[in-house]
């Protein structure tokens, strides 16, 4: 993902002066970014303090790290399994026992 040109602390900025009653089209204007862009960050932002938006990219990363490790172990365990001649069982849809 593309990182943004303007930190937490700015784009809270540009949203408490929207807040305070400033027109958003002037906001962008002057902020040279776009509605669209103003609304997605109110969207994400909106009500955070700075601290708060600085947290949220602490656990955001974390996540993209953990969903990594995660992605590691299965690829490991797949690996393993091959290694071993372990078979993969079927998947049953229901939770009916087979016919057999």
Not at 40 to 50: D, H, I, S, T, Y
Not at 62 to 88: I, P
């Amino acid at each position: 993902m593309r990182k943004s040109k303007f930190t937490e602390e700015q784009i809270i900025g540009f949203l408490k002066q929207a807040e305070a009653g400033m027109a958003v089209a002037e906001i962008c204007r002057k902020g040279g970014f776009s509605d669209a862009t103003f609304y997605k960050w109110r969207a994400k932002f909106g009500g955070m303090e700075v601290s708060d938006a600085r947290r949220l990219r602490e656990l955001e990363a974390e996540n993209a790290k953990l969903k990594s490790l995660l992605a590691e172990a299965h690829l490991d365990m797949h690996a393993l399994k091959s290694v071993l001649g372990v078979k993969r069982q079927p998947h049953r849809s229901s939770g009916k026992p087979s016919a057999s």
